[in-house]
Each structure stands twice: as structure tokens, then as C-alpha cells.
């Protein structure tokens, strides 16, 4: 199986309180495992595909905000750059740090 071809699939309506998650992923079924879900059952003996029902509420679909990104003037990366200059100064190279010691 590739991994175009390795899909995740997550599947809710309205009527049911449980969430179904699909998926041959081991990032995955090992998150899910790691939260207390479970191993997964098997879809099949020889399937790397596992199968967890959970709770509806504990599935969130993130990345849909409705504001635009905002643009930054030149003034704000301007000023934005000089508070992380500030913060992370850039060290002496070693060649300075030499000449200063002599």
C-alpha cells in the first residue's frame, strides 16, 4: 500500500453520539492508543487498517477560521525584527572573541 493510497477516515452524523476513525496510519492508531482509545479492532486478520469509536465531542475539525490573515505593514516587521534582535543577540564570532582577549 503507498501512501496515497493509506487514508485516514473519521465518519459522524447527527443522529449518533460516536465518532468512527478508520485508519492504516501508526502515527495514528499510536496517538489514539496513547489517549486512551485502545489498540483498535481489525478490519480484517491481515489488514493494517484499525478501527476506534470514541465520542463525537472529542473529535475537532481545526483550520477553519473565518478572519483573513492579516498583513503586516513594513513599520510592525520593522519593529518586530528589533524586539528579536533584542531578545537573541548575535554572539561574538570566535576571531573577535580572540582580539578582545589579546
Do not use: W
Amino acid at each position: 500500500m503507498t501512501r496515497l493510497e493509506s487514508e485516514t477516515c473519521i465518519i459522524f452524523n447527527d443522529a449518533e453520539s460516536t465518532a468512527t476513525i478508520t485508519t492504516p496510519s501508526p502515527k495514528t492508531i499510536r496517538l489514539l492508543a496513547k489517549r486512551g482509545h485502545g489498540q483498535g479492532q481489525p478490519l480484517a486478520s491481515n489488514s493494517p487498517y484499525r478501527r476506534f469509536t470514541l465520542p463525537k465531542r472529542l473529535v475537532t475539525i481545526r483550520g477553519f477560521s473565518q478572519k483573513p490573515h492579516r498583513t503586516l505593514s513594513e513599520e510592525h516587521k520593522a519593529r518586530l525584527a528589533n524586539s528579536r534582535r533584542r531578545r537573541n543577540p548575535v554572539p561574538f564570532s570566535t576571531e573577535e572573541n580572540s582580539e578582545k582577549r589579546d
